[in-house]
Nanobody
Framework: QVQFVESGGGLVQPGGSLRLSCAASGFTFSVFAMSWYRQAPGKERELVASIASVRGSTNYADSVKGRFTISRDNAQNTVTLQMNSLKPEDTAVYYC?????????WGQGTQVTVSS
């Protein structure tokens, strides 16, 4: 059974940092691209960052470019999102997922709140 378990969220002041982690299981992690998404209250879920399975090339939403870094560890089946210079508009529930596994269920997500 495909499963994604996100962790690392919390409350942080503007300008602060958080490191999110996602543990994936139930599929061959190393052959799938992985992505982080987020959903803010009253808004649609949006793609934040992606990392390819091979060579680890990355892509970011314009709103987080230069502040967030996605990485993966294929030996541990984990994907990480390092978030720096956080802004109040980054407040959302963050999810990880393999976009190529369209039928897989979403994880529970991890709440990130940026507030003074």
């Amino acid at each position: 059974q495909v499963q994604f378990v996100e962790s690392g969220g919390g409350l942080v002041q503007p300008g602060g940092s958080l490191r999110l982690s996602c543990a994936a299981s139930g599929f061959t992690f190393s052959v799938f691209a992985m992505s982080w998404y987020r959903q803010a209250p009253g808004k649609e879920r949006e793609l934040v960052a992606s990392i390819a399975s091979v060579r680890g090339s990355t892509n970011y939403a314009d709103s987080v470019k230069g502040r967030f870094t996605i990485s993966r560890d294929n030996a541990q089946n984990t994907v990480t999102l390092q978030m720096n210079s956080l802004k109040p508009e980054d407040t959302a529930v963050y999810y990880c997922r393999a976009p190529g596994l369209a039928l897989a269920s979403w994880g529970q997500g991890t709440q990130v709140t940026v507030s003074s």
